[in-house]
Structures are given as C-alpha cells and as structure tokens.
C-alpha cells in the first residue's frame, strides 16, 4: 500500500520570504501522480500544483513549484514571494496512474503560518 | 458553474443517533469520493462511485458506515449508531472519468466538507 509523509506539522515564513514544505511517499508503482492541495479555514481542498511521475521536469504554477525526486521518492512544494493569503494547511497526496481505483492518499498535513 | 456543494454544514449528534450526510456533485461528474478528515489527520478514502460500477467501499471503517449514490448524481453518506470517534470533517469530491479508462489525471473537485460533532 502506499503511503505519504508530511514531517513538518507547522512552518512559519515571512511575508514575501520563500519556504520548501516536505513530503516523501512510499509506492511500488513506476507511473503514478502527485498534487499539493491547500485546505484554508473555509474547509475546502484547493489544487495548488500536479506533477505526473513520467514526467522529468518540474511541474510550476506561478509562485508554487515543486521539486520531485522519483528515486528519493521525495516531493516538496516551493512557495515563493509568500503571501498572507498562503497561510493554509497544505496536503500532499498520491495517486495510481493505472488501474480503476483513483482514490488519492494524502499525508497528514503541514499548517503554514505567514508572518509580517 | 456550481462546484460540490455538501449539506449540513455542521452537524452535532448524540451518540447512538444516526445520520445522513449529503454530497451535490458537480453536474456531469461520473465518479464521486467521500473522504474523512480526522482532528490532526490527512484526509481518509472512505468509498468511491464510479458511473453505474459497484461502489469501492474498501476505505469504510466498519458496517456502521454506507454509502448509496441516487440516478448516478446526489450521494449520502450514512452513519448508524454513532460513536465519538466518528467526529471528523467529511468531505466529498467529484471528477469527470469514462468508465473503463485508466491513467488520466481525473482531477477531483472538492466540497467544503461537513464537521460531525457527536456528543
């Protein structure tokens, strides 16, 4: 089975300061995908960013980037020039590429605090 | 368009009481997901509908739970017997998938969940 792991809890940045939240997985699968979803106070599960694991090269929308090591199964979302806007819960979460089941896994969360 | 809507917003039970949540997908949506989202938790695969395809309740924590989609639209889920353990935030999501296709995106659409109190 596979799971996902957020070990930051919390992070804090400043106003138009850059910070890197964490996620690693665990699959067997070699095509799979990857999302960064972001849950504000109001409950609902926004879509930050994709990334599809055949693919190479970073995926990147606007200030959120990503930075996916398939061997390291690892995969971090960037947020730069933070905004007070960002200050959210953030999910990382998998997805099989291949088969009828397309629930998504998620990891526990990283609550990000921005600061003045 | 109108994203997925969920009803009640908030909903405080006595243990033992049972309860129906419902999930308004968005229109022309095939497959809907109801997740659960415990204090401090990711969010966790309850059941997913696809089209007219046998429900997968593989994510279900007991036979406490159900779930029915009506005319391939309009989701409850059920709780009988409620415990405390049940407060959680349930959210539904829909997306747009052929039935039979694999690989894709399928991105799903969230709902802003419903936060179930039982008492």
């Known amino acids: 089975a596979q799971t996902v792991t957020q070990s930051q809890p919390e992070m804090s940045v400043q106003e138009a300061e850059t910070v890197t939240l964490s996620c690693t997985y665990d699959?067997?699968?070699?095509?799979?995908?990857l999302f960064w979803y972001k849950q504000p106070p109001s409950r609902q599960m926004i879509l930050v960013i994709r990334?599809?694991?055949?693919?190479?090269q970073n995926a990147t929308e606007n200030r959120f980037s990503v930075n996916f090591q398939k061997a390291a199964k690892s995969f971090s979302l960037k947020i730069s020039d933070s905004q007070l806007g960002d200050a959210a819960m953030y999910f990382c979460a998998y997805r099989t590429y291949t088969g009828t089941a397309s629930k998504l896994t998620f990891g526990t969360g990283t609550r990000l605090q921005v600061t003045l | 368009g109108a994203g997925v809507s969920q009803s009640p917003s908030n909903k405080v039970t006595e243990k033992g009481k049972d309860v129906e949540l419902r999930c308004d997908p968005i229109s022309g949506h095939t497959a809907l997901y109801w997740y659960r989202q415990s204090l401090g938790q990711g969010l966790e695969f309850l059941i997913y509908?696809?089209?007219?395809?046998?429900?997968?309740k593989s994510g279900l924590p007991s036979d406490r739970f159900s779930a029915e989609r009506t005319g391939g639209s309009v989701s409850t889920l059920t709780i009988q017997r409620t415990q405390q353990e049940d407060s959680a935030v349930y959210l539904c999501?829909?997306?747009?998938?052929?039935?039979?296709?694999?690989?894709?995106?399928?991105?799903?659409?969230f709902g802003p969940g419903t936060r179930l109190t039982v008492t």
């Open positions: 999501a829909s997306s747009f998938r052929l039935a039979g296709e694999v690989g894709g995106v399928y991105e799903q659409y």
């Open positions: 990334q599809e694991a055949y693919k190479q």
């Open positions: 509908f696809q089209g007219n395809s046998a429900p997968d």
């Open positions: 699959t067997s699968e070699s095509d799979y995908y």
